[in-house]
């Protein structure tokens, strides 16, 4: 990752071949930032997960519409920078009891 000509970070990411825990083959990432007050960056890489696994839906264009407005990613990181944490997993828990209770009634409506 640069600013212009300088190196700012790196991105990292690791694959677990084989455990007794975990299922084979998982791959993640993360953004790791050269500046001893950013380190890691848990909130983009948050974000960045949000938008892999569809809790946030991105549009043709690549920007994620929330209500009535739309956002960049860089702009959604921002936006979650902001707020404290519980209230980021308040929301993904939300998110997540709504996608469940959509496909227990996706099953419902098929069987």
């Not at 791959?27 to 890489?45: N, Q």
């Not at 920007?63 to 990181?77: A, F, L, M, P």
Request: charged fraction near 35%.
């Amino acid at each position: 990752m640069k600013d212009g000509k300088d190196k700012i970070g790196q991105d990292v990411g690791a694959e677990c071949i084989k455990n007794k825990v975990a299922p084979p083959f998982g791959k993640c990432s993360w953004k790791f930032y050269f500046d001893p007050t950013r380190g890691l960056d848990v909130i983009e890489s948050l974000v960045e997960h949000m938008l892999e696994e569809g809790y946030l839906p991105k549009n043709a264009s690549g920007r994620v519409e929330i209500g009535d407005k739309k956002y960049t990613k860089s702009q959604i990181v921002d936006m979650y920078r902001d707020k404290p944490l519980p209230e980021i997993i308040a929301a993904l828990q939300a998110i997540d009891e709504r996608r469940a209770k959509e496909s227990a009634s996706a099953e419902t409506e098929e069987a």
